[in-house]
């Protein structure tokens, strides 16, 4: 990649922006990093990886998939460049991605081990202090889940119950479960959730197929 391209790119990633140019142009100098093409449909990272690496979603767009436990249902959304992919998974008690993520497009990433990470974080403070403020609000984020008030209709409960498993509160989901499992979920009844789903998707706010929610704008319904 060519060195003015490599220094823009880095510009655009969360964890270098603020960055004074003389440290950039050190690290991209200095920094082992690796650049990887996909094409579209192959899968960057299966859910369940070691996650020993940060990787920055530089160019495209891709899909991101959980599962259930008991993979009694997903949830998929979109993640468009310039992102990281679950940085916070990096460190802590389980250091595995927790999302498969695979190429709507061609995608292009930066790799950058572990230990290459660490070390910028250990010389430059811009880049130590991102990357606290990544990890801290996913945290912060997190934490509030159980102390805000809970749905009083069922609209709600289904997009809370969505919003909770998302990585990001917005835009598009596809809900892939049976009706009666939503319906235990968020606790109703089979029909009172088929009658909500049946309605919502009659004003537009979703499309409804056989264990299928497609969610257009989960902003516009959550609460």
């Known amino acids: 990649m060519p060195y003015i391209e490599h220094h823009e790119r880095l510009l655009e990633l969360p964890l270098f922006q603020g960055m004074s140019r003389n440290d950039l142009e050190q690290v ?21 990886d070691t996650c020993d690496k940060l990787l920055f979603l530089i160019k495209g767009m ?10 009694g249902y997903s949830i ?5 460049a310039p992102d990281i992919l679950q940085p916070e998974r ?3 008690l389980t250091q595995r991605y927790t999302r498969t993520f695979r190429a709507i497009t061609d995608c292009d ?11 910028l974080a250990d010389k430059y403070e811009i880049f130590r202090l991102n990357l ?5 609000t996913q945290s912060q984020r997190l934490t509030r889940f159980p ?33 009666e ?3 235990e979920e968020v606790n109703e009844s089979r029909l009172n959730v088929s009658r909500t789903l049946n309605s919502m998707d009659a004003e537009g706010i979703i499309s409804l197929k056989r264990g299928i929610i497609q969610v257009h704008a989960l902003e516009k319904i959550i609460k």
């Open 62 to 71: 891709t899909s991101a998939t959980g599962h259930a436990d008991d993979n």
């Open 90 to 92: 990096i460190f802590g």
């Open 147 to 179: 102390w805000r008030t809970q749905p009083g209709d069922i609209r709600h409960k289904i997009a809370r119950f969505i919003e909770t498993r998302c990585l990001r509160p917005a835009g598009g989901k596809t809900v892939r479960i049976k009706m």
């Open 132 to 136: 606290l403020n990544i990890i801290c």
């Open 76 to 80: 998929t959304e979109t993640v468009s």
């Open 181 to 183: 499992r939503l319906a």
């Open 28 to 48: 991209t100098a200095t920094t082992k990093f690796r650049y990887i093409t996909y094409a579209r449909g192959k899968t960057l990272v299966t859910e369940g």
């Open 109 to 119: 990433l930066i790799s950058l081990g572990k230990m290459e990470a660490l070390a």
